[in-house]
């Protein structure tokens, strides 16, 4: 544990003066913990918390029963109303369609009369053939994939350990996604910024797959890894001016989270903004741990002590770390809380603020970047409200 | 009426300074607006998202939502 949260906070203080946590809203599960890819950027195997190598491979069949018993029992005890489960890895298509089904159907039963179980996967999309969509259609499970943009620059990254890009697999994979007996169940697509690399050309490529949605994602980094290229500022702004002219657009979470933060509403992504972010992570050997995202800070920057056998999840909001994440501007720096558009960015992503040493309160290792895209944002969503204002009648 | 607020010395205008004020304009009649645009879908959103099955909006990494 480095820094604040683990220091200088006092979350029993908190709790005494009249704070209450968010309960989980959604539990990401890591039921697969290897990888047929190896992507240049993983977070999982490529930075610094190599605890995969000590997990289990496939999680337990007690383990996930005691994770959906645990879902189950925070639903009941919260009167939640949906609940979002996200089957995760590594790659969780390495445990087999039918396989994940069934996990689906155990979540699902689990959790009490009146609470929706919506249930997902990420996956990299290679093992995607039209039988394993039928029983992921099944059951009710929504497929999101990674992709990065363009066959070029997907395949710098997004490779077989062989080195092989995964491109024209993936591509097959959407055909088959997109068409109208599986379209229900895909999700989105997921994008990581490449900052050399087209951003206009990148949101119509991932546009000419049909998504139902978008989300593009900087790179982990942070003040003690910083990012290998500057321009991420340059690249989110001019990805957000393709977006915001396309008279057919795909969502994209992060420019509508953007907007929707400009016009005083709130963030659904952990990107950006003060919402509180309601996620918990369960690794394959049963343990309760903060966003993965995480792993890219330092070893055992994700953990919490807590596990599925003995805690529920109610342990958890009690954590400094996820409750660092729920107390909005709370938790900015000095710096952070005198910027103007802090309602806005909200610090960044959780994972990029972090400086060895510090730990968590600071600037968002991206701060220039955001500024220049939340400024030139604004510029335009100004410009539209002022239009829209003079249309509404007085 | 402004469609924009200026920021101000104390911190709290500092802090709206960031924000498009449509004050003055009730979320319905933003809603009621003919047409389509990035700034429409969003108060179309910001006006559905009130009713949120669990009553927080809440932060999410997943891909889940529905039409």
Redesign the interface.
């Known amino acids: 544990m480095d820094g604040w949260p683990y220091r200088d906070f006092d979350v029993a203080a908190l709790i005494a003066g009249g704070w209450r946590p968010t309960p989980i809203h959604e539990v990401i599960v890591k039921v697969h913990q290897r990888c047929n890819l190896a992507c240049s950027y993983c977070y999982v195997y490529e930075h610094a918390d190599q605890s995969w190598r000590d997990r289990p491979a496939v999680m337990p069949a007690e383990v996930f029963d005691a994770v959906a018993h645990r879902i189950g029992v925070h639903a009941r005890d919260h009167d939640l109303r949906q609940v979002r489960v996200v089957l995760h890895g590594g790659e969780p298509m390495l445990l087999g369609a039918a396989a994940l089904g069934r996990l689906a159907d155990r979540v699902r039963a689990a959790a009490p009369a009146g609470c929706e179980v919506r249930v997902g996967m990420q996956t990299n999309g290679v093992l995607l053939t039209e039988p394993a969509l039928r029983e992921l259609r099944r059951h009710d499970i929504t497929v999101a994939v990674s992709v990065d943009g363009v066959a070029a620059d997907h395949d710098r990254f997004r490779v077989t350990r062989r080195g092989r890009g995964t491109f024209g697999a993936v591509s097959r994979s959407l055909e088959l996604l997109t068409r109208a007996e599986f379209r229900a169940g895909f999700g989105g697509l997921l994008c990581t910024v490449a900052p050399d690399t087209d951003p206009v050309a990148c949101y119509r490529a991932l546009r000419a797959f049909g998504p139902p949605a978008i989300d593009f994602l900087l790179p982990h980094a942070n003040w003690g890894v910083p990012p290998e290229q500057g321009g991420h500022g340059r690249w989110l702004t001019a990805a957000f001016d393709a977006w915001y002219a396309d008279p057919d657009p795909v969502p994209v979470r992060l420019f509508e989270s953007v907007v929707d933060l400009l016009l005083g509403g709130a963030s659904r992504s952990e990107q950006i903004g003060l919402s509180p972010a309601a996620l918990l992570v369960v690794e394959s050997d049963g343990a309760i741990e903060q966003i993965d995202a995480l792993k890219s800070a330092y070893p055992g920057a994700c953990a919490t002590g807590l596990h599925v056998s003995r805690d529920e999840f109610d342990a958890a909001l009690a954590h400094p770390g996820v409750v660092a994440r729920q107390i909005g501007a709370a938790a900015l720096g000095p710096e952070c809380s005198a910027c103007p558009v802090r309602q806005v960015c909200g610090g960044g992503h959780y994972a990029h603020r972090y400086r060895p040493g510090a730990g968590f309160r600071n600037p968002s290792v991206y701060c220039a970047d955001l500024r220049m895209f939340i400024d030139h944002a604004r510029d335009r969503v100004v410009a539209d409200t002022r239009a829209l204002i003079g249309a509404v009648p007085a | ?1 402004s ?2 607020s200026e ?1 101000n010395a104390d911190g709290n205008g ?2 709206e ?4 004020d ?1 004050a003055g ?1 009730t979320l319905t ?2 809603v009621n ?1 003919h ?1 389509d ?7 179309q ?2 006006h559905s ?1 009130l009713k949120d ?2 009553g ?12």
Do not use: E, H
């Open positions: 009426m469609a924009v920021p500092q802090r300074a960031a924000l498009v449509v304009v009649d933003l607006v047409g645009s990035p700034v429409l879908r969003s108060i959103r910001l998202n099955p669990n927080v909006l809440s932060a999410f990494s997943s891909f889940l939502d529905k039409p």
